[in-house]
């Protein structure tokens, strides 16, 4: 154990779920998509993204949710995932450690491109 002060969850103002897949898994993303918006319709579901983009190796789409939201939305998509990877992580204002020091992987941990976040 360590004398440091534990962080404040008050600083999280969101989460990302971050969904990858490829040309072979889309379909299955898809219907994980289509799911999550029907399940939790206070959730921003973000634009496909075919290609990598920002720190992310491959394509994806983002689902956006408040804090509420994550003692429901979490156990759903660990339970209905479809083998896609996830990364989960919080919105702090700190990009570099929100999506690593804070961020939980559902099935494989991909190598981000962390260059492009602030630290």
């Known amino acids: 154990m360590t004398d440091a002060a534990a962080a404040d969850t ?3 103002t969101a989460y990302h779920a971050h969904i990858y897949y ?6 299955q993303a898809e219907r994980l998509r289509a799911q999550l918006g029907a399940v939790f319709p206070d959730a ?6 075919d290609a990598p983009i920002g720190p992310h190796p491959q394509g994806m789409f983002q689902v956006a949710f408040a804090p509420v939201l994550f003692a429901t939305l979490t156990p759903w998509l660990m339970l209905n995932r479809a083998g896609l990877t996830v990364l989960l992580h919080p919105e702090t204002g700190h990009e570099r450690a929100d999506h690593t020091v804070h961020a939980a992987w559902m099935g494989a941990i991909l190598p981000l491109d962390l260059s492009m976040l602030a630290d």
């Open 44 to 49: 921003r579901l973000g634009r496909w993204h």
């Open 10 to 12: 008050a600083l999280i």
């Open 22 to 27: 490829d040309a072979a898994t889309r379909p």
